[in-house]
């Protein structure tokens, strides 16, 4: 099965525990005001781009200005790597550094909110997991947990 963590704070993802193996996708939401917001994101199997998947970092922008959006991109890119490409109101880092180890999201949060004076919620997914691992593995709060319906 498929599950969905929502709205984990920095101490929710620093004192949890998973399995990095099993992680398909993570993203971290960063809030600027009422309709303004970013999110950084990476899916294990890649973001459509068109039709064809790309591999690394990406991030979406809801009513950011231009100037920002540019910034986040050459902040990822100087942290991550990878080619800056558009499109539409997302940016993908292709072939940036990738990972899904609770430290390296965290800083990555921890910075982002920072930088960008924003306010972080992260939310984690798994496939993979069966309800015993789930409660073995998984220390995340069970409250934010999420099951997804559908073949993994």
């Known amino acids: 099965m498929r599950v969905r963590y929502w709205r984990l704070s920095l101490d929710d993802l ?3 525990t998973y399995p990095i193996d099993n992680v ?3 993203e971290i939401k960063c809030l600027q005001g009422d309709h303004e917001h970013f999110g950084v994101f990476w899916y294990r199997y890649g973001t459509p781009f068109d039709k064809e998947p790309v591999n690394g970092i990406c991030f979406y922008y809801n009513e950011i200005p231009v100037e920002k959006v540019k910034d986040i ?7 991550f790597g990878g080619k ?4 539409q109101t997302r940016v993908f880092l ?3 550094k990738e990972f899904a180890d609770k430290q390296s999201i965290a800083q990555l949060a921890e ?16 496939e993979r997991i069966d309800k015993d691992q789930q ?3 998984i220390t995340l709060p069970a409250n934010k947990a999420l099951p997804i319906v559908g073949p993994d």
């Open 73 to 79: 991109a050459n902040f990822l890119s100087s942290k």
């Open 14 to 16: 620093r004192n949890g």
């Open 84 to 87: 800056i490409a558009y499109r």
């Open 24 to 26: 398909n996708h993570w």
């Open 94 to 96: 292709q072939g940036s």
């Open 111 to 126: 910075e982002l909110s920072s930088r960008y004076n924003a306010p972080i919620e992260m939310t984690l997914e798994f």
């Open 135 to 137: 409660e073995k593995i």
